[in-house]
């Protein structure tokens, strides 16, 4: 069992930066690969970011240059730096651990993230 708690978000002006963290509990955390998605008002979940157990990460398109996934494997912790916000990043943004098919795939309860001026 995997418990995630996401914390960072906020309302924020264009061109500014914030940091999402997610703290997770309950199990062997270097083990999962964690992730970072977000739904945007009346859309679908989509990815933003993930990284693997041994530090390998990937990227929406429309997130690279401006975003940073990283881990700490020490605190239980992933997060994610997001620079250079533009409106069309306001979204619920919500952490998720992944281990493969033969494993529950885990949840966090999401942090709005608002872009405006």
């Known amino acids: 069992q995997v418990q995630l708690v996401e914390s960072g978000g906020g309302l924020v002006q264009p061109g500014g930066s914030l940091r999402l963290s997610c703290a997770a509990s309950?199990?062997?955390?270097?083990?999962?690969?964690m992730g970072w998605y977000r739904q945007g008002p009346g859309k679908q979940r989509v990815l933003v970011a993930t990284?693997?157990?041994?530090?390998?990460?990937n990227y929406a398109d429309s997130v690279k240059g401006r975003f940073t996934i990283s881990r700490d494997n020490a605190e239980n912790t992933v997060y994610l730096q997001m620079n250079s916000l533009k409106p069309e990043d306001t979204a619920v943004y919500y952490c998720?651990?992944?281990?493969?098919?033969?494993?529950?795939?885990?949840w966090g309860q999401g942090t709005q993230v608002t872009v405006s001026s």
């Open positions: 998720n651990a992944n281990r493969g098919n033969y494993y529950p795939n885990y």
């Open positions: 309950g199990s062997i955390f270097k083990a999962y690969t």
């Open positions: 990284i693997t157990s041994g530090g390998s990460t």
